[in-house]
């Protein structure tokens, strides 16, 4: 197989990207360092996100604000999901089914791919590591056809 360049080669390269920025969006962060008071804030990504139900979109802001200790917001065990070697294997096996499943199919709408990469990033670590590459594997041989 030929390495793939131009418009192509841009592609996945826009993938990897987006893959590598939600799962650094999903890692757990330090406290934000002090900003200088002559700093101005950066703006805001153009980025237009998935599509998401009105209830996954509440529990994203109450995770959002119990993360920054809003007043009012609901604790941070609410959204959290158990973090135990049982739970980990199974929430792998989901992922790796999904896959396989998207596999078998052939192909991959935009609304389930938000959905498997919402699914990868609660992956620990490895685990996550290991999906993402079968996921880029399975498209880059184009037994899923679809969009990251």
Not at 12 to 18: M, S, T
Not at 29 to 46: K, L, Y
Not at 62 to 83: D, K, Q, T, Y
Request: with cysteine.
């Amino acid at each position: 197989m030929r390495p793939l360049g131009g418009f192509w080669g841009a592609v996945i390269a826009a993938q990897c990207a987006a893959i590598a920025f939600l799962v650094y969006q999903s890692l757990p962060r330090a406290a934000a360092p002090a900003v200088a008071p002559f700093a101005a804030p950066a703006p805001a990504p153009a980025v237009n996100p998935p599509q998401a139900d009105d209830q996954r979109l509440r529990q994203i802001i109450r995770e959002e604000l119990a993360a920054f200790g809003a007043p009012g917001a609901a604790p941070a065990a609410v959204g959290a999901m158990p973090r135990g070697v049982e739970a980990d294997r199974t929430r792998r096996e989901a992922v790796a089914d999904q896959i396989e499943r998207y596999r078998s199919a052939g192909r991959i709408s935009e609304a389930e791919m938000a959905r498997l990469q919402n699914d990868i990033a609660q992956l620990d670590p490895a685990s996550r590591r290991e999906m993402l590459g079968q996921l880029v594997r399975a498209m880059n041989a184009r037994e899923i056809q679809g969009q990251l």
